[in-house]
């Protein structure tokens, strides 16, 4: 047998690529296919359930009627209804770019319009909402594409790793509802104005409710409730000394207070020095004995306490059994080590001096003025500082798809940030700015 070539491996090698990009993309096209399929089943199970509300399905002869319902009301069985309550005006106006989480991009900035189809007077419903200083919004991923949705996901930060869907926050679920924890900057009438946020421009909103750390956070229950009974003792123990203490400071207070009907009557200067001389004097030997007694006291409850603990054989704090929570474990609060340790770094953001200069090309929001009328303007971002921050914040985090940073890694990305268009590109741990154009008003206002 003649050995071969290197034309023909060339060609093998050539073939053995393409038959693994075929068998990937009929991969691609049954899942595609599979999604299909359960979105056109849950179609049809919607039309077949409206067709019979409505009395127009005749029953199946063979088929025995189903047994009468108790008459359950939709909101026992957790059939509801959605209504949003306004929807987002945001200085993300599509999903390219839009970060994944609100802390990522600080300066980012929306608002909240509620709707008077909700109620006659929309301000009514927001009037004590200014009283804090966050709220949580609850909103809908309306731009998923599709209802398919997986149990396993690969979360961009994992780059390509699978976890469950429900470790995550992605936006591909069986209720694609979002949850993200905005700064409230004001309430001007029925327009709710928000800062820190993640959602994109038309964003519907189910609900708002207000963010309070005693209920919200875990964080301020460590000074409320703690697990270690030898705290308990120590405190139920000083209680005693303490009310000693207030009683030995408040028999001080009144000794070291100058009545005139607790002293001798005094009718000239002179008198008054030369009486009142042996008062002071005993004043303050009173009060030197009182601090040594009370200096004692404290040093004896102390060694007292630290004997009990060292001589005691349960020294150590009880573990936090899953019955009840343990507030005073630092352990009590845990996530996933991948969240603050990703396996994608940070990356370095740098700006071209063309995209600096047109960058400073912007107006404000808050700025106007009739000689500078042709230059662009932002919506949202007060100023150039801001808008380098929230670009920098955006390009840090690696908005980059899985697929584009493994498959595309040599195209331009390109994403809307308020009124700019920004077109960048990425290099190994940075991220450069090439340019910032005013983005068309059609798809400002999309």
Known sequence: MSPRCDCCGEHVEKLNQQITVMRKEIKNLRQILDGAGRAHRKHMTSIRSAVANIGLREPDKEQAPPPPLAAPQALEQGNIQTVPIGYISSCFAVKNGTPRQPTICGPSRAELRIQQSIFNNPEHALVGLEQYSHVWIIFLFHKNGHLNYKAKVKPPRLNGQRVGVYSTRSPHRPNALGLTLARLDKIDGDTVHLSDIDMIAGTPVLDIKPYIPDYDSPHSRLDKEHCDPITDQKTDAQSDL???????????????????????????????????????KNIHQMLDEVRAYVTQGELQLSCASEDQVSDSPKTKAPECNVDYPCYGEKAYITIAGW???????????????????????????????????????????????EAVAAIRGVLSADPRSIHRRTRCRDRLFYFILDSADITCWFGKGFAEVLQVRPVEQNVVSV
């Open 339 to 385: 969240i603050r340790e990703p396996p994608v770094s940070s990356l370095q953001v740098r700006f071209t001096p063309q995209a600096q200069k047109e960058l400073a090309d912007f107006l404000p929001t808050h700025l106007s003025g009739p000689s500078e009328s042709d230059r662009p303007r932002f919506r949202f971002l007060r100023s150039t500082e």
């Open 242 to 280: 303490e009310s000693d203490k207030n009683d030995d400071e408040a028999l001080v207070s009144l000794l070291s207070k100058d009545k005139p009907e607790a002293g001798i009557p005094v009718r000239d200067s002179s008198q008054s020095v030369s009486a009142q001389l042996p008062l002071h």
